[in-house]
């Protein structure tokens, strides 16, 4: 019974689906001529503002590749993060267990350290959403030089980045090591 019931409303959806499709008229086909001028302006052919912002990343590829590098860094080094955060998670809840205070205090003084580099990276991310901002605006003005100037600063802000991740992944292989109990 159920599959009846299923099988009617496929049929209706079907039916009604292709029934949409014929409920729209129409609308006359435009000239050729009146299509053109929509593409023309004051300045020529519209596309032309586009080609020129490509021209612009187009000369800027290098730069880019070596963002997206960056990015594919920054990720691994997450995935590296929250692995790392599971483990401690599994550690922190044995050392409170098995009642290990001291353990548990030096661990507490290393996420202080963690929450500092958390701060930075806050600061460095800010820096970043500012420089890709002046970066856009450039392109849009077509001055390549300062746009060249902008990226190679994000450039730089995401590497001190990637490497303030990696310090982290230091302090929590450090905890890791300070909840570890030996048995």
Do not use: W
Request: net charge negative; aromatic share 4%; proline share 1%.
């Amino acid at each position: 019974m159920k599959r009846i019931i299923a099988m009617v409303l496929m049929v209706c959806i079907v039916a009604l689906g292709g029934g949409s499709v014929y409920a729209h008229t129409v609308e006359e086909a435009t000239p050729l001529e009146e299509n053109l001028n929509v593409f023309e302006g004051e300045g020529g052919f519209k596309g032309q503002r586009g080609q020129r912002r490509f021209d612009i990343i187009k000369e800027l590829r290098d730069e880019i590749q070596q963002l997206n590098q960056l990015k594919i860094q920054r990720l691994e080094l997450k995935i590296e993060v929250t692995e790392r955060q599971g483990t401690i998670l599994d550690l922190t809840i044995n050392a409170r267990e098995n009642q290990m205070k001291e353990e548990l205090q030096q661990a507490k003084e290393v996420r202080q350290e963690i929450k500092d580099i958390h701060d930075q990276l806050k600061e460095y991310r800010e820096e970043v959403k500012a420089e890709v901002e002046s970066f856009r605006e450039a392109v849009k003005n077509h001055e390549i030089e300062e746009a060249r100037e902008h990226i190679e600063n994000i450039i730089n802000i995401k590497t001190t980045i990637n490497s303030m991740i990696s310090e982290k992944i230091l302090l929590l292989d450090e905890i890791i090591e300070i909840l570890t109990v030996e048995i």
